[in-house]
Structure formats: C-alpha cells, structure tokens
C-alpha cells in the first residue's frame, strides 16, 4: 500500500484518539499557560537587572515555553506508542501489510500536530498579553517549522524509550530525563548571569541553541549570527535522533 | 501450479536471546480449507510459531511457507493473505468499532468505500451492528472477540491465524464463535488455531498437533488421536433395577461377554463390568442382545469415548490444566526482544 496513504490513515487515527479525549487535549496545553502566569508576570523586575537582554520578560521567556512543550512532547510519544504496544494493537498494526515507516511517522506526525497546537496556544496567549514579536508573523511561520522539527527529535527520543523498556514505569519516569534538557538551559535568564556547573551544563545542552534561535527571532528578530548555530545543532541532533529511532524500531519490528 | 498446502513448515526453530527454546524443530503442513489445531498448554510453542507464520516474530532456523510465499523472503505477501486474531486481543480502546474496521480495511489496500461496506457486513454477520458507533475501551470480552475476527476478515485473507479465540468467553460466546469460524471454513478460509481447550479442538480441527516443550508429540485427527489411545468403554450395571449389584451375574456376564471377539478387555466397575472395545456404539445392540438371551438383568449402560484430555495425558504424561496453572509465560514476556 502506498507510503504515504498509510501515513495519513495511521495519523488521523493517531489524532482522533487523542482529540477524543477532551481532557487530555486540554491537560497538554495547561502546562505552557501555567508556566506563563507563574514566571512571566513575577520574574518581570529581571529586565531591570544591569545586562539583561531584553525590555520585555514575556518575550524573554516565550521561547522557554516553547521548548518546554516540545520536550515534554517526548514523553507523550513514549506513552501513546506504550499504550500500543501493551493492548496488542501495536502487532496488529505490523500484520498489516504497510510500510514500517509509515506507521513511524504516522505517530510522530500526530505528536507534532499536538506540540503545534501547544505553540499555537502559546503565541495567542502572549500576542494577547502584547509581546511584540520583532520577527513578524514570517517569525511566527519559522518559529512553527523549527518547533515541528524540533518535537520530532524529542518524539523519537520517546520512540527509543518507548521501544526499549516496553515498561510503563520506567517511561513514566524517563520524563525526569526530560526536565534537566529544558530546565539547564538560558529559558530564565541569560547565560551572563550563571555560574559555575549550571553555565557549563547550560553550554553543553543542545536545548539551549535551539532555544536561542527562537528567542532571538522572537525578541529581536532576524538575528543570523545568534540564529544560525541553533540551525545546525537542530539538524544534526535531529538527524542522528531519526536514525536511531528508525534503527531502533526496525530492530523492535523486525 | 500452486502447492496443493497452504502453510508448509520444515525444522523450524526458535530460540530466544534468553537461550530459552521455545520452538524445537517442527514440521507440518495445512492443506488448503484445512482446519488445523494446535493444542497444548501456555509456553508449549504454540503463540510463537503462529506468530513466525504470521511475520510478527523472526525465526531462528528452520522454512516456512504461508499461502506460497517465503516467510523471509516475501513477508509483505504473506501479510497480505493472512488474518490474525489474537490472544491478546489487539484494538484500539479509544476508535469505535465501525472506525477501527475500517482502518484495518484501508490499511489492506481498500478503498474508503469498500472498507466502509465490508465492515458493515463484517458487523453484521458478528453482532455488532448496535454498538458499531462506540468506543471499543465499552466492549464486553466477548465483543472484543468477535470484534478483533470481524477486523482479522476485512480483506478477505485466504488463511486465518486464531490464537485461542474463545479464551475468556462465556460459554453461549464461546459456542457462536464456533459456529462463525465453521461457516469460515466452509466458505474456503484455511484455519490455523491455537488452544488449551480439548473441546474446541474436537469440534473445529480436520487435523490436530499436540505441542509440549516447542516439539510436535502427536498429530492425526481427533478421532485417529483418541483412536491411538484405546477404544471405547462399555459400562454396564447388572442387576435389577431395585436389586443390589450381583457378584454371580457379574461373572456369568464376565464370561459370556469375554467370548466375542470385538472385545478388547474386561474389568470390574462399581456396580457391574466395562468393556473396552473399538467402537462403543456398534458394540451396544449386540452386548444388551447377549444379556438379555442369557437372562442377566441390565440396569444401566453408558458408552465413555475417550477424550482429547486423555490423548494429550498419553502423549505428556501431564494433564493440560494441571500444566495450564503452572504456565511458564516465557514465549509471552520474550516477544520480538
């Protein structure tokens, strides 16, 4: 059956399963709200601080929700694949005469369709609090594409967690893995402001550039000297991630 | 031309990382229409072959061929002539029935439409049309069941792979998913199932394989199995209907009954003698005539066939749910890794 056809049946059944569940839908777009009305409006004095790069803390930390919903994207593909997999309904999908790849990306798909939603969530709620976004609504379309293929890196880590433990407990708890990813990271203050191991970890966390690039398009715009290093990292760390992800699930399938 | 086999099996063999065997060298084949049986308790073999044969698991030596393709060579082909239920029944709480059959239909290739009538018709045929718009997570065992078979027959597959179908069921469930899966095999479809119960074999299989330890220690039909096993017991009570059983009739009928020759041994029962012979009911008519002419009263009589229970006892020197409770599981926790 062709590739594609199977992907897309594969990724509407993935999403009216999730959209289904209304509660679910909503309890994954909380969280970016949540964090918004904890930090962003009593961390605001921070831009008075000497050195701060920004006049506008809900700008600042926009980019720090984004990839807040993204990480945690991972442990959302690591559940729903489990769940899967432990009703049986994973094998049945293998019976079928479809190409592996699509039931891969037919899951990833619908976790990014979700994270988008989540990003989207987020942009209304800050235009709607007046942050002015320098990269324009071009900024907002390339701040969406940087977000699809930034979760699908997360998701594949989900993949591998998923497809390696195959237990609900030690998945529950890989999502500890993934608060250090965007908790060690410039999302509060600037790098200038740390010290000591937290700015080392800060430097070594690829999390960081990707969010730098979005910050930068968001708080100053077209920034490419602050943008691009964030690019490549994006690139390489997502391609090794797919590879492992398909090299693991091939493994798992095979 | 096409082998006369649907499913042909050489020396196959399974051993898990674990160095756990849990396939020892196999052979079988299943004629096309066939009805084939595996029967043997939790960790003999059985879920792991169905699933080498199905493409979900790989194998470690050994040839298999389904519908007349290569397991390893062409396992898009196999996938295409198959269906497979499940022992772990395998759907999507969250989709509702109609959609969850409906997806599997376009996954095989069909066309919206298509899907969408043959899955009508499959909820028809396994009563489910009043529940067909909700979730399947609201579906009793049963409806599962008959769910996951109506999903296994959306494309039509010329071989149906059933991994112990009426596990859970009641017992009126249990006897409609017999007859769905007669009319099946009556229609063409070529069936491979697994069980643990004797009474699903005996009813269903053209052929059943006893499997103990991943190996194959008997094979026939239900009939030539419990043939194997010993013939037919007569038992008879021999006195007056308001007497007490009589030790001298006992003896006379003991005596008498020894010189025919369809009888194969004698011994003494409760309340009067069985008769071990090749065929019970044959054996009836001309047994009564024979009291009845020498004047022994006969108070009851009841013929006792063997079962498949005593087949697999012969075959394991285990009785199957003895064996059942004590169910190792290793084949189920091993699955792909």
Same mark, same amino acid.
């Given at each position: 059956?062709?590739?594609?056809?199977?992907?897309?049946?594969?990724?509407?059944?993935?999403?009216?399963?999730?959209?289904?569940?209304?509660?679910?839908?909503?309890?994954?777009?909380?969280?970016?709200?949540?964090?918004?009305?904890?930090?962003?409006?009593?961390?605001?004095?921070?831009?008075?601080?000497?050195?701060?790069?920004?006049?506008?803390?809900?700008?600042?930390?926009?980019?720090?929700?984004?990839v807040?919903?993204v990480v945690?994207n991972g442990?959302?593909?690591?559940?729903?694949?489990?769940?899967?997999?432990?009703?049986?309904?994973?094998?049945?999908?293998?019976?079928?005469?479809?190409?592996?790849?699509?039931?891969?990306?037919?899951?990833l798909?619908?976790?990014?369709?979700?994270?988008?939603?989540?990003?989207?969530?987020?942009?209304?709620?800050?235009?709607?609090?007046?942050?002015?976004?320098?990269?324009?609504?071009?900024?907002?379309?390339?701040?969406?594409?940087l977000t699809a293929v930034f979760g699908t890196a997360f998701a594949c880590i989900g993949l591998i967690?998923?497809?390696?433990?195959?237990?609900?407990?030690?998945?529950?708890?890989?999502?500890?893995m993934f608060?250090?990813l965007a908790?060690l990271t410039?999302?509060?203050?600037?790098?200038?402001?740390?010290?000591?191991?937290?700015?080392?970890?800060?430097t070594l966390n690829p999390v960081d550039y990707v969010l730098v690039s979005i910050?930068?398009?968001?708080?100053?715009?077209?920034?490419?000297?602050?943008?691009l290093p964030g690019l490549w990292v994006l690139a390489a760390t997502t391609v090794t991630l797919l590879i492992a992800a398909t090299?693991?699930?091939?493994?798992?399938?095979? | 031309?096409?082998?006369?086999?649907?499913?042909?099996?050489?020396?196959?063999?399974?051993?898990?990382?674990?160095?756990?065997?849990?396939?020892?060298?196999?052979?079988?084949?299943?004629?096309?229409?066939?009805?084939?049986?595996?029967?043997?308790?939790?960790?003999?073999?059985?879920?792991?072959?169905?699933?080498?044969?199905?493409?979900? !698991?790989?194998?470690?030596? %050994?040839? @298999?061929? *389904? +519908? &007349?393709?290569? $397991?390893?060579?062409?396992?898009?082909?196999? #996938? /295409?002539?198959?269906?497979?239920?499940?022992?772990?029944?395998?759907?999507?709480?969250?989709?509702?029935?109609?959609?969850?059959?409906?997806?599997?239909?376009?996954?095989?290739?069909?066309?919206?439409?298509?899907?969408?009538?043959?899955?009508?018709? !499959?909820?028809?045929?396994? %009563?489910? @049309?009043? *529940? +067909? &718009?909700?979730? $399947?997570?609201?579906?009793?065992?049963?409806? #599962? /069941?008959?769910?996951?078979?109506?999903?296994?027959?959306?494309?039509?597959?010329?071989?149906?792979?059933?991994?112990?179908?009426?596990?859970?069921?009641?017992?009126?469930?249990?006897?409609?998913?017999?007859?769905?899966?007669?009319?099946?095999?009556?229609?063409?479809?070529?069936?491979?199932?697994?069980?643990?119960?004797?009474?699903?074999?005996?009813?269903?299989?053209?052929?059943?394989?006893?499997?103990?330890?991943?190996?194959?220690?008997?094979?026939?039909?239900?009939?030539?199995?419990?043939?194997?096993?010993?013939?037919?017991?007569?038992?008879?009570?021999?006195?007056?209907?308001?007497?007490?059983?009589?030790?001298?009739?006992?003896?006379?009928?003991?005596?008498?009954?020894?010189?025919?020759?369809?009888?194969?041994?004698?011994?003494?029962?409760?309340?009067?003698?069985?008769?071990?012979?090749?065929?019970?009911?044959?054996?009836?008519?001309?047994?009564?005539?024979?009291?009845?002419?020498?004047?022994?009263?006969?108070?009851?009589?009841?013929?006792?066939?063997?079962?498949?229970?005593?087949?697999?006892?012969?075959?394991?020197?285990?009785?199957?749910?003895?064996?059942?409770?004590?169910?190792?599981?290793?084949?189920?926790?091993?699955?792909?890794?």
């Open positions: 059956m062709n590739t594609v056809r199977a992907t897309y049946f594969i990724y509407v059944r993935d999403l009216k399963g999730w959209l289904g569940q209304p509660s679910l839908v909503v309890s994954s777009l909380l969280p970016s709200v949540f964090m918004f009305l904890f930090f962003g409006t009593p961390l605001r004095g921070m831009t008075s601080m000497p050195g701060f790069p920004a006049d506008d803390y809900a700008a600042y930390i926009t980019g720090m929700l984004i807040m919903a945690m442990a959302d593909v690591a559940f729903s694949l489990l769940t899967d997999m432990l009703s049986g309904y994973f094998d049945k999908l293998l019976l079928a005469p479809v190409n592996r790849f699509s039931m891969l990306m037919g899951t798909l619908r976790s990014g369709t979700r994270t988008l939603m989540q990003v989207l969530v987020i942009f209304a709620l800050t235009l709607a609090l007046g942050v002015n976004f320098e990269g324009g609504w071009l900024g907002i379309v390339a701040i969406l594409a967690i998923a497809l390696l433990s195959r237990n609900v407990q030690l998945t529950q708890s890989s999502q500890l608060m250090p908790f410039t999302g509060f203050m600037p790098k200038e402001f740390l010290t000591g191991w937290f700015k080392w970890a800060v910050r930068t398009i968001i708080v100053y715009g077209w920034e490419w000297d602050s943008i090299w693991t699930y091939n493994r798992a399938t095979a | 031309m096409p082998s006369e086999y649907m499913i042909e099996v050489r020396d196959l063999v399974k051993v898990y990382p674990s160095g756990h065997r849990a396939v020892a060298g196999i052979d079988f084949d299943i004629p096309r229409e066939g009805f084939f049986g595996f029967l043997g308790p939790n960790g003999a073999g059985k879920t792991t072959t169905m699933k080498i044969l199905g493409t979900l !698991l790989r194998k470690t030596s %050994g040839t @298999v061929t *389904v +519908a &007349g393709y290569d $397991v390893d060579a062409d396992p898009q082909a196999i #996938r /295409r002539s198959i269906g497979f239920a499940m022992q772990e029944v395998g759907l999507d709480d969250l989709a509702k029935g109609r959609d969850f059959l409906q997806l599997q239909g376009v996954l095989y290739g069909l066309s919206r439409r298509e899907a969408r009538r043959k899955a009508d018709e !499959l909820l028809e045929l396994v %009563g489910l @049309v009043h *529940v +067909a &718009g909700q979730r $399947v997570g609201t579906y009793s065992g049963g409806m #599962r /069941r008959r769910l996951d078979l109506a999903g296994a027959l959306m494309h039509d597959p010329d071989i149906l792979f059933l991994d112990e179908p009426t596990v859970g069921l009641d017992p009126q469930s249990r006897i409609a998913m017999w007859e769905h899966l007669e009319n099946l095999n009556a229609k063409g479809v070529t069936i491979l199932l697994t069980t643990q119960v004797m009474e699903e074999a005996d009813r269903l299989c053209h052929t059943i394989a006893i499997i103990d330890h991943g190996q194959i220690v008997a094979r026939g039909s239900p009939e030539a199995l419990k043939a194997e096993v010993g013939g037919d017991i007569v038992q008879i009570a021999l006195h007056d209907i308001d007497d007490a059983p009589d030790e001298a009739l006992n003896e006379r009928a003991e005596e008498l009954v020894g010189l025919q020759g369809y009888v194969e041994s004698i011994d003494r029962a409760e309340d009067g003698i069985a008769i071990t012979v090749k065929n019970g009911s044959a054996a009836v008519p001309d047994l009564v005539g024979l009291l009845h002419d020498n004047r022994i009263p006969v108070a009851s009589l009841s013929v006792a066939r063997p079962t498949l229970d005593d087949v697999f006892l012969k075959y394991t020197g285990r009785a199957i749910r003895a064996e059942e409770a004590a169910g190792d599981g290793v084949g189920k926790m091993m699955r792909r890794f």
